[in-house]
């Protein structure tokens, strides 16, 4: 069972690099979403989806753009990446249902120098 | 004041022994509250649910406080794979599927 798969699992970027990290669900989800995971700050929404065509912002979005041209897949683009973007990246999907199970991506880890 | 707050830990515990801790919220609207965990350098998972009634799941007890504005774990029997991070995790009302994630208390069972 493939989940929820995210790539790349590392990646190391320069200051001002642009980058992709894909994300990409097989059960249907209608919600998907990206968070950000840094030392002492818990997971910080960044951009969520509630369904193809429709994105919004969360917490931190600055720097990040989304798009949701599929229910499947929910790209997050780093359009110049800057040193305090350095964190691991969660994309996590669930149903629409508000008690439903948010699940994970192994997360991708991002070093920008 | 964090809309959703932990104790960061450690709490360090002896295997076969009882840790609880807490988590506080600030929206007294919120709706849904859950806990998950994640061990380390690995993605989040949910551990269960918080029901207004208290719930139980094996060696695991979930208790929502709405007064007090706060949710509660308690891990009974402690085991060495007990120890992992654990998450509260709210969705304030309004919020639709939005979940705020606290920080995370740190479990470390030891022999």
């Known amino acids: 069972n493939a989940g929820v798969t995210q790539t790349p699992k590392f990646q190391v970027l320069k200051t001002g690099q642009s980058m992709t990290l894909q994300c990409a669900q097989d059960m249907n989800h209608e919600y998907m979403s990206w968070y950000r995971q840094d030392p002492g700050m818990g997971l910080r929404l960044i951009h969520y989806?509630?369904?193809?065509?429709?994105?919004d912002q969360g917490e931190v979005p600055n720097g990040y753009n989304v798009s949701r041209s599929t229910t499947e897949d929910f790209p997050l683009r780093l359009l110049s990446a800057a040193p305090s973007q350095t964190s691991v990246y969660f994309c996590a999907s669930k149903t629409g249902l508000q008690t439903g199970e948010l699940f994970f991506g192994e997360g991708s880890r991002l070093t920008v120098l | 004041r964090k809309e959703v707050e932990q104790d960061p830990g450690p709490f360090n515990v002896p295997e076969g022994a009882t840790v609880a801790f807490n988590c506080t919220y600030s929206n007294s609207a919120s709706q849904s509250f859950f806990w998950y965990r994640q061990d380390c350098r690995k993605e989040p998972k949910l551990l269960m649910s918080v029901y207004s009634s208290g719930n139980e799941d094996g060696r695991f007890t979930a208790q929502l406080n709405r007064a007090s504005q706060y949710i509660s774990l308690l891990i009974r029997d402690s085991k060495l794979s007990d120890s992992a991070t654990y998450l509260c995790v709210v969705n304030p009302q309004g919020a639709g599927n939005k979940l705020t994630f606290g920080g995370g208390t740190r479990v470390l069972v030891k022999p």
């Open positions: 989806s509630v369904g193809a065509g429709i994105t």
